[in-house]
């Protein structure tokens, strides 16, 4: 009886440790596909990273209106993510944009007609800091100021994703002991 079992349990097992691999590999192929050596600044206490959004001068319909217009803007040699973030929050303005290496734009809001591109179409390091991203051509990388219950909310929103992986992993191990 047990003997005729041992298949089924060791291919069982196989099956487990597969299925395991696959969700590690999944988990970390995100941060695998940056292969520039700069990498999209990540949130900070104050900003939430947004995402790489289209330029909207060229656009037909916009009048040669940016994705990030209304607000000041500024243009540095020195320019970094920190250095756009602060600026913008120094103007009292809840958008931050950057583009092409150097620019920094600050609005109250992002064009309707600014589309999200792929995050491989935002891919020039700053002039300021090599290691970070400053948007792409008519690209730009957008962050947005947290209020107080954006901050609460992503905190919220990320522990049903663990609880998921945690409860695939129980599934797994029930599985893989069964
Ligand atoms: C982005 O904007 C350009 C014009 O600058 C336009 O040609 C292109 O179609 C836009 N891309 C998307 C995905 O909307
Ligand atoms: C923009 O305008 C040009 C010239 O009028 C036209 O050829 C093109 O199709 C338009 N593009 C869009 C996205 O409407
Ligand atoms: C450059 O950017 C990296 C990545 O964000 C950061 O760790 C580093 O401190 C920055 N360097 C300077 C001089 O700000």
Redesign the pocket.
């Given at each position: 009886m047990a003997n005729s079992l041992l298949p089924m349990r060791v291919f069982a097992l196989i099956a487990c440790l597969f299925v395991a691999a696959v969700l590690a590999q999944s988990s970390t192929s995100s941060a695998a596909a940056a292969t520039s050596s700069a990498?999209i600044?990540p949130d900070t206490s104050k900003w939430q990273y947004v995402g790489c959004q289209n330029e909207t001068t060229l656009l037909n319909n916009t009048n040669g209106l940016r994705a990030l217009n209304g607000g000041t803007s500024e243009t540095l040699n020195t320019m970094?993510?920190?250095i756009c973030l602060n600026y913008c929050a120094s103007s009292g303005n809840t958008y931050a944009g950057l583009e092409y290496t150097n620019e920094c734009f600050c609005a109250q809001r992002l064009s309707a007609l600014s589309t999200k591109l792929p995050e491989s179409s935002c891919n020039l390091a700053c002039t300021g800091?090599s290691?970070?991203i400053c948007g792409g051509s008519l690209a730009l990388t957008v962050y947005t100021a947290k209020t107080t219950t954006q901050g609460a909310g992503n905190k919220v929103q990320q522990a049903p994703m663990s609880s998921v992986l945690a409860l695939g992993i129980a599934l797994g191990v029930l599985l893989c002991l069964a």
């Amino acid at each position: 009886m047990a003997n005729s079992l041992l298949p089924m349990r060791v291919f069982a097992l196989i099956a487990c440790l597969f299925v395991a691999a696959v969700l590690a590999q999944s988990s970390t192929s995100s941060a695998a596909a940056a292969t520039s050596s700069a990498t999209i600044y990540p949130d900070t206490s104050k900003w939430q990273y947004v995402g790489c959004q289209n330029e909207t001068t060229l656009l037909n319909n916009t009048n040669g209106l940016r994705a990030l217009n209304g607000g000041t803007s500024e243009t540095l040699n020195t320019m970094t993510v920190d250095i756009c973030l602060n600026y913008c929050a120094s103007s009292g303005n809840t958008y931050a944009g950057l583009e092409y290496t150097n620019e920094c734009f600050c609005a109250q809001r992002l064009s309707a007609l600014s589309t999200k591109l792929p995050e491989s179409s935002c891919n020039l390091a700053c002039t300021g800091n090599s290691s970070q991203i400053c948007g792409g051509s008519l690209a730009l990388t957008v962050y947005t100021a947290k209020t107080t219950t954006q901050g609460a909310g992503n905190k919220v929103q990320q522990a049903p994703m663990s609880s998921v992986l945690a409860l695939g992993i129980a599934l797994g191990v029930l599985l893989c002991l069964a």
